[in-house]
């Protein structure tokens, strides 16, 4: 059988949102910098800085926290796009059967089984990489009975992770 290629792990970014946080905090250090030297040049006293510090320590955290977060979500790309390039993963061929939509505002994943093997994803969850474009949001997989063939592996919690779909011509 013949399959158009629609989705493809290697073609998967990280998302924009991730840069937030470290923006934020540099963002919390500048203003909390600028106004350390204003009361310095104000000739305020030591003890009048206690606010300061304490916002200095936490966007301290608050960036060291981002920094593992993103650091951690490179790691999860680069490993799921490894796994795909070796071939470590595997096929299913056949027609969605139990389609459940997510809705638009999202709270629930979209999910559909393939020969007994379950998939599900969410456009509002960044916890792993992979397939997770909802048919309310523009995604491929629409209706029980369409025919698609999937690239997947299983992560060690269970979670079928879709690397490659491919839609019956």
């Known amino acids: 059988m013949e399959y158009t290629t629609v989705y493809e792990v290697t073609n998967e ?3 924009i ?8 905090a540099i963002g919390g250090f500048w203003i ?13 006293k030591s003890k009048d800085y206690f606010s300061l510090y304490f916002g200095l320590t936490f966007a301290a955290i608050f960036s060291i926290v981002s920094i593992v977060r993103i650091s951690n979500s490179i790691n999860k790309l680069r490993e799921t796009k490894q796994i795909f390039l070796n071939g470590n993963f595997k096929t299913v061929e ?25 998939f599900n994803y969410s456009d509002f969850s ?18 029980n009975g369409q025919e698609v063939r999937i690239g997947y592996f299983t992560r060690d919690d269970g979670h079928n992770t ?8």
């Open 126 to 143: 960044a916890s792993y990489y992979g397939f997770h474009n909802s048919a309310s949001h523009g995604g491929p997989i629409k209706e």
């Open 162 to 169: 879709i690397l490659k779909i491919g839609l019956k011509k």
């Open 17 to 24: 949102i991730l840069a937030v946080p470290v923006l934020l």
């Open 32 to 44: 909390f910098y600028r106004t350390f030297q204003k009361n310095k040049n104000e000739g305020r």
């Open 94 to 118: 056949g027609k969605i059967e139990n389609y459940e939509p997510m809705p638009y505002t999202g709270h629930e994943d979209e999910r559909f089984t393939i020969n007994g093997i379950e």
């Open 13 to 15: 970014t990280l998302d």
